[in-house]
């Protein structure tokens, strides 16, 4: 039975997430130490270079769109930034002591703890307004179950969460890798190419780099996933899916779907 109410968190989780708030980094670090090597860290940057050659044939043999729009999809597939599984600066031991060098903790006052570790990380953030974007920085935590594209910086991301069994395995045949998380670095990949990524060029600026032509027939032909999805209806709540809101995640899993298979 559909509700909508949300079950309380045990207290235990709360704790972690608390914890996590505010050392995402320290708590990053030995994840990737117990669970994610460098050969794992290699093998996936070859399954992302092997997807992004097969985004490019299907760019290729795509008969609707123009030599001009194609030549601007190639730059921006071709720019894709990666990110797999943390970051590749400022993670090491001596990196991260220097960044939680003023945090505080008492075991004792939880409330000003709270305070104290809020306002370090609001003055970082202030401290970094007006300066140009470290597009090194990620906006995940490395133990986090997820992936992401950025259109504003035009970059996938994969932290070391995501990377584990049953998503991927380096003792894993190739054909469940790229059946797995295969398929969700193709949905990442395809973002940038969706009804809102495909408004943001090369370097992750808002510019319509489409032929009008090339536009048009794209909102065609992405129209038969909208009409599908809004055919999805739930009996117990009386409702539909909206077929409009929902169309990028579904234009992302049918791309990735398309690349890894």
């Known amino acids: 039975k559909y509700t909508g109410n949300m079950a309380e968190s045990p207290r235990w989780e709360v704790c972690l997430d608390s914890s996590a708030s505010v050392f995402w980094k320290g708590m990053g670090r030995r994840y990737v130490d ?3 090597s460098q050969a794992a860290k290699l093998y996936m940057e070859g399954m992302i270079e ?4 097969e985004f ?5 043999e795509n008969t609707w769109m123009s030599q001009d729009t194609k030549k601007e999809a190639y730059l921006k597939l071709a720019a894709i930034n990666k990110k797999i599984g943390y970051p590749d600066t400022d993670f090491t031991e001596d990196d ?6 003023n945090y505080t903790m008492s075991e004792d006052h939880y409330y000003n703890n709270r305070v104290l570790n809020n306002k370090l990380s609001n003055l970082e953030s202030i401290l970094s307004l007006r300066k140009p974007v470290d597009k090194k920085e990620w906006s995940m935590a490395p133990y986090e179950v997820n992936a992401y594209y ?3 910086v035009n970059e996938i991301a ?3 969460g995501i990377l584990q ?3 991927f395995s380096q003792t894993f045949q190739d054909s469940m890798n790229y059946g ?6 193709g949905h990442e990949i395809t973002h940038g190419f969706d009804d809102q990524g495909s408004q943001y060029d090369a370097k992750g600026n808002l510019r319509n780099w489409w032929q009008a032509t090339d536009r048009e027939n794209f909102v065609k032909r992405t129209q038969c996933i909208v009409n599908q999805n809004a055919n999805f209806r739930v009996d117990e709540i009386n409702m539909t899916l909206n077929g409009i809101n929902t169309q990028g995640e579904s234009v992302a899993d049918n791309g990735g779907v398309k690349e890894s298979f």
Request: proline residues 6%; charged residues 25%.
């Open 180 to 185: 797995a998380i295969g398929v969700v670095i």
């Open 50 to 53: 092997n997807l992004k050659s």
């Open 158 to 160: 994969f932290p070391a």
């Open 165 to 167: 069994s049953p998503f």
């Open 56 to 60: 490019q044939k299907m760019i290729e």
């Open 34 to 36: 117990k669970t994610f």
């Open 96 to 101: 991260i002591d220097k960044f939680y060098e």
């Open 150 to 152: 950025s259109r504003s």
